[in-house]
């Protein structure tokens, strides 16, 4: 009859340990590799160059996580408590100082490489000829205003604000710049022209968010805050408001609606002609 050493540990917890870890690590992966989790395309170039760092730093991480865990999976299963003695160790400083440097050139190397997808929607000018649109975010709706025919943008003034008599923005009427602004509530824009968006807050901090841009931007009470784009997509695609911003945050969202050259200067001419 078989004795148990009374110094030796039960195999089956570190085994089953170490195949949770495995599952645990397949799972992930094929839930990562899942289309139904994958976003849908992007309509920039930059939003290419998004996918593209956000690839890369995925794919980093996951072999690093994989190793990682596999790792852990097979030191819970092979230093198993077998009787054997415990050994104390004070740790490897060459081994400390090799990976935490590793993980800052990791860290810092990913943030440069990606620098130029973030930055080039925001810290290079606009072109010239680029459309401007201001985007106005309110508890719990955004607002965007076309300069109209003199591309200018009307003053606007705070205790002018009153949605409920068709000036959600507070255009001053006495302001000539302002009488041929448009303001909608959704935003229309011609496909492969750039957009610049001059984002705004009411209230409280809300976010402009459009998967298909791959475009993310706060909006900030006290700021105008630009950002600039160029679709190359015909088609409607959701925005949607990114910030807790209150009770109604959940159905804080419009539309996007990327249109030919023509069918935008007829959006234009419909809406100066309605307002
Ligand atoms: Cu606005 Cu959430």
């Known amino acids: 009859m078989r004795t148990w050493n009374r110094e030796r540990g039960f195999s089956i917890t570190p085994v089953l340990l170490s195949l949770v870890l495995v599952a645990m690590v397949v799972?992930?992966?094929?839930?990562?590799?899942d289309p139904a989790?994958?976003?849908?395309?992007?309509?920039?170039?930059?939003?290419?160059?998004?996918?593209?760092?956000?690839?890369l730093t995925l794919y980093v991480t996951a072999t690093v996580f994989i190793l990682s865990q596999l790792g852990l999976a097979f030191a819970v299963f092979r230093?198993?408590?077998?009787?054997?003695?415990?050994?104390?160790?004070?740790?490897?400083?060459?081994?400390?100082?090799?990976?935490?440097?590793?993980?800052?050139?990791?860290?810092?190397g990913?943030?440069?490489m990606g620098r130029k997808a973030w930055a080039d929607t925001r810290f290079t000018?606009?072109?010239?000829?680029?459309?401007?649109?201001e985007?106005?975010?309110?508890?719990f709706v955004f607002n965007f205003r076309y300069p109209g025919p003199d591309g200018k943008f009307g003053r606007l003034d705070p205790k002018l604000i009153s949605a409920s008599t068709g000036n959600p923005v507070g255009v001053d009427p006495a302001?000539?710049?302002?009488?041929?602004?448009?303001?909608?509530?959704?935003?229309?824009?011609p496909v492969d022209r750039q957009v610049e968006l001059l984002i705004r807050s009411q209230d409280v901090i809300h976010n402009f968010f459009v998967r298909e841009l791959r475009l993310q931007q706060d909006a900030v009470p006290g700021m105008q805050i630009p950002l600039h784009f160029t679709a190359?997509?015909?088609?409607?695609?959701?925005?949607v408001c990114t910030q807790l911003c209150g009770l109604g945050h959940y159905r804080m969202r419009s539309f996007l609606n990327v249109v030919s050259e023509a069918d935008y200067e007829k959006f234009l001419k419909d809406q100066a002609a309605a307002q």
């Open 27 to 33: 799972l992930t992966v094929i839930y990562f590799r």
């Open 37 to 55: 989790y994958h976003p849908p395309a992007p309509i920039t170039e930059i939003g290419k160059l998004v996918d593209y760092q956000y690839d």
């Open 79 to 108: 230093f198993r408590d077998r009787g054997q003695r415990a050994h104390f160790t004070r740790g490897n400083n060459t081994m400390e100082v090799l990976w935490t440097s590793a993980t800052i050139i990791l860290f810092l």
């Open 110 to 112: 990913l943030g440069i």
């Open 125 to 133: 000018a606009p072109q010239t000829n680029a459309i401007q649109v």
């Open 135 to 139: 985007v106005t975010a309110n508890q």
């Open 175 to 189: 302001d000539p710049a302002g009488k041929d602004d448009i303001v909608v509530p959704t935003l229309t824009v």
């Open 232 to 239: 190359n997509t015909i088609g409607q695609y959701e925005i």
